[in-house]
Antibody, heavy 118, light 109 residues
Framework: EVQLVESGGGLVQPGGSLRLSCAAS????????MNWVRQAPGKGLEWVSY????????YYADSVKGRFTISRDNAKNSLYLQMNSLRAEDTAVYYC???????????WGQGTLVTVSS | QSALTQPASVSGSPGQSITISCTGT?????????VSWYQQHPGKAPKLMIY???KRPSGVSNRFSGSKSGNTASLTISGLQAEDEADYYC?????????FGGGTKLTVL
């Protein structure tokens, strides 16, 4: 069974930093591309970042480019999102999500809440 | 990276059929036959219901179907059931990024 478990969320002040982690199990993590997707309270889904299976290709949404860094450790079956210079508008539940064949996002974690507030 | 356009809400009675539209552009929905649909119940993670426009993952009811014409994709749910009440999101791969619709709240009357 595919499992994705996020951690690292919490309350942080504007301008602060936070590192999210996602522990993957139930599939060969090193063979899959991964995404981070977020959802602000009461709002829709927003794609945040993508990383290829090897980590050699990375993409970011314009809204986080230059502030967020995605990475992975295939030996540890883990995905990360380093978030710097956080803003109030970054407040959201952050989901770790697997990218399946033909770029479909096929499995999601339960999410971790990030709150940016003073 | 503009969001796809979905109606904010739709409703239907049990047993009826409803259709949710998802309008994009020639850069996303129109260029790729890679539209997915997700169901999200309150407080839960999204669940994949349709991928590549019209394909259903194993375990998803055949009451759910998808289609695409030009820059618009559609999700149809037939034989509405109470448990179908949820938010539904479309999503298109757009070459180096993904774009989601704003979401549609389905109410089963």
């Amino acid at each position: 069974e595919v499992q994705l478990v996020e951690s690292g969320g919490g309350l942080v002040q504007p301008g602060g930093s936070l590192r999210l982690s996602c522990a993957a199990s139930g599939f060969t993590f090193s063979s899959y591309e991964m995404n981070w997707v977020r959802q602000a309270p009461g709002k829709g889904l927003e794609w945040v970042s993508y990383i290829s299976s090897s980590g050699s290709t990375i993409y970011y949404a314009d809204s986080v480019k230059g502030r967020f860094t995605i990475s992975r450790d295939n030996a540890k079956n883990s995905l990360y999102l380093q978030m710097n210079s956080l803003r109030a508008e970054d407040t959201a539940v952050y989901y770790c999500a697997r990218v399946g064949s033909y770029y479909r996002i096929d499995y999601w974690g339960q999410g971790t809440l990030v709150t940016v507030s003073s | 990276q503009s969001a796809l356009t979905q109606p904010a809400s739709v409703s239907g009675s049990p047993g009826q059929s409803i259709t949710i539209s998802c309008t994009g552009t020639s850069s996303d929905v129109g260029s790729y036959n890679l539209v997915s649909w997700y169901q999200q119940h309150p407080g839960k993670a999204p669940k994949l219901m349709i991928y590549e426009g019209s394909k259903r993952p194993s375990g998803v009811s055949n009451r759910f179907s998808g289609s695409k014409s030009g820059n618009t994709a559609s999700l149809t749910i037939s034989g509405l059931q109470a448990e179908d009440e949820a938010d539904y999101y479309c999503c298109s791969y757009a070459g180096s990024h993904w774009v989601f619709g704003g979401g549609t709240k389905l109410t089963v009357l």
